[in-house]
């Protein structure tokens, strides 16, 4: 057998679906996103051409958080290179348009009401009525389990339907929450850091073991409920609730339950049972909005894309980046740089990095991959809630966790009120689900090999459509006479985007990863968990660190918790 027919038969076998579904190629897949996945281009063979203007800073990184250090520091007067590898700003936080002019959301897709910082930095960006204009309409969450659909997961109503586990697990939650134990950005300057000792799987099968030890009225019911609940599997009774947090932590915290520090994951999924925001774009609002304001600053912020950072060196006078931009070798001169990419790559770009302890310990963070699977049908087939976690009976981990119903957040349907019913249906029939696909490599790619190539994108993408069609169908004809026909499908992948944060990692890492390398800056949410609020919040601290050294009399906001260095 050849090696290119052997190559084709592994993988076909990788990507057959659980339960031995098939599925159709008669729809389009287009491929978007970094190919690259060690993010580092080739050593230029010429010698790089050096950019005339010096500047006060250079970023490399053009997601939020460097864009949000570059709109700070603009606002400064400051003058800004910003280096972005792919060939628009956002990273992934980035949305999208149909030919049709629906939007749609490409990566992260909403964020949560927590801190005066992060409505600080929101109004700032333009986006300061977000509570009045995206709020996310109720239900959010639904969980399909085993075949069986559960509306708005944490409502009395579907709590009683579900395992008792269930109601156990969100009253220790919140009992957490208001007893301090769930930190906030910036996380490793919490007072109370005992979750970080454990992984979230570890701290809610402790949940009972607490919840027995209750002395007020309401906790001994919720116990009470828990103990004579005979579904329950006696030798692991918190096991359904581990099963559904799994899919949770792949999706927003690239790994399992048993993976993520449990300080994390409470940050995380408190904000799960509240209100959450998002647009018609998603993040790709935010994204959208700094843009506008940095390109109106043309006179101090230069946009470079497709430019991707070779080296960042550093001397007395300042530091230089070399970059290559459409395979073209550069220099530009700043006085200050921040490194806003993936935090794992920086041992590798800024020099000298590599041999400290600190350096062996950026490139020992833990990533996972991840795909956006953006799936066009024909109408609207699937009209149940926002988001929908999915766990079939003979899930594997190279199942997708959740699936959204993008035409939620259409202004117009406000939430589909009605279209349950086909009472409210968006005049247009383009319909949207976009499948959220993480995994630790993609088709068993290892870290650092250098291509997660378009086929195998594609292929992965055709399965997990393939895998909602099965799954889906029988729940679509059952519920709405309804079923799912693919018009075409936009698979966008994100290389080493989910960071994972290990047990220790805010305790034992965070402070020692944060600090400035002589001139160099951190500003990506690696340093705490992959999320839109904390990839605001350190681009804003950046900015604020570097604004620190470049102007002496410079005070930092009143609502600002970030740490001066």
Known sequence: MSVRRLEALLLAILLTAPGGAAWSKSYKVSVRGGESASFLPEDPKAEPAKDSRRYDVVIVGGGLAGMTAASYLSDHGKSVLLLEKEEVLGGIAAGGML??????NRGVAYWTDSTEEQM???????????RDRHAI??????????????LGIWEEETLHQLPASFALFKSELQRADKGGLIPNQPFEEGAHLELDAFNAAEWIRAMPEAAAARTDEEAKKVYARFSEDKSILLEDPMRDVV??????????????????SAAAFANFYISEIATRYTTPLGTGEAASLI??????RGHLVDIRL????RSVRQDAGGVEVLYLQKGKARGARAAHAVFAAQLKFAADIVEGLAASERGQALRDLAYSHYSVHVVVTKGHPYRATFDTWTRASDYTERDFPDVILWRWMDPVIKGYEGMRDHKQDPKDDQGILTIYHPFSHPLGLKPRESKWEREHVAEVARQAVARLIDLYSPLLKERWGTKIEVRSVETNRWPFSIHVAKPGHFTRLAKELRKPYGRVFFANNNLGTPSFEEALFRGHCAANNILKRLDPGFAQEPWSKCPLE
């Open 120 to 130: 600080k930095i929101l109004e700032h960006i333009g986006m300061g009525g977000y």
């Open 291 to 296: 843009e506008r304001i940095l390109r109106q």
């Open 243 to 260: 099963d559904l947090m799994d899919l949770y932590c792949r999706s927003a915290l690239g790994g399992n339950a048993n993976q993520v």
């Open 137 to 150: 309409p109720e239900p959010t969450d639904s969980y399909f389990w085993k075949g069986k659909l559960y």
């Open 99 to 104: 030919y049709s002019g629906v939007p749609f």
């Open 306 to 309: 497709k430019a991707a950072a």
